[in-house]
């Protein structure tokens, strides 16, 4: 009984994890969207981690643009990859990569991503 209890409760947990990208707290699973961009660039003092930005047709601000829990905490992310995984698995499908590098030297990958049918 504690498995199929355990179980069920995994179940639950993942199922919900699973149908959330919230994006200062506005759920783009559940906009009128089929597009996104994230936009990924390496943190500051933490080689090891990137900032990832979402553009999903919002107004712009960099507060208003990461991926968020639903208790308002900004997800890190150790790599891009990490980030697309985390996007096909709440039903978006990666289409195409461009990368740009600003006079500084500052790299931003950036990934179109359509919602899966």
């Known amino acids: 009984m504690k498995i199929l209890s355990f179980m069920i409760g995994m179940f639950l947990t993942a199922n919900t994890y699973g149908q959330h990208v919230l994006v200062n707290e506005v759920d783009i699973n559940k906009e009128d969207i ?60 990666y289409v195409e990569q461009t990368v740009t590098t600003s006079s500084d030297g500052q790299t931003t990958y950036k990934y179109l991503m359509r919602r899966s049918d």
């Open 34 to 93: 089929q597009f996104c961009e994230l936009r990924v660039t390496a943190k500051l003092l933490s080689p090891t981690k990137v900032k990832v930005y979402v553009d999903f047709g919002q107004k712009w601000s960099m507060k208003r643009q990461n991926i968020m829990t639903e208790d308002k905490k900004v997800i890190a992310f150790n790599s891009s990859v990490a980030a697309l995984n985390f996007m096909s698995k709440n039903g978006w499908d």
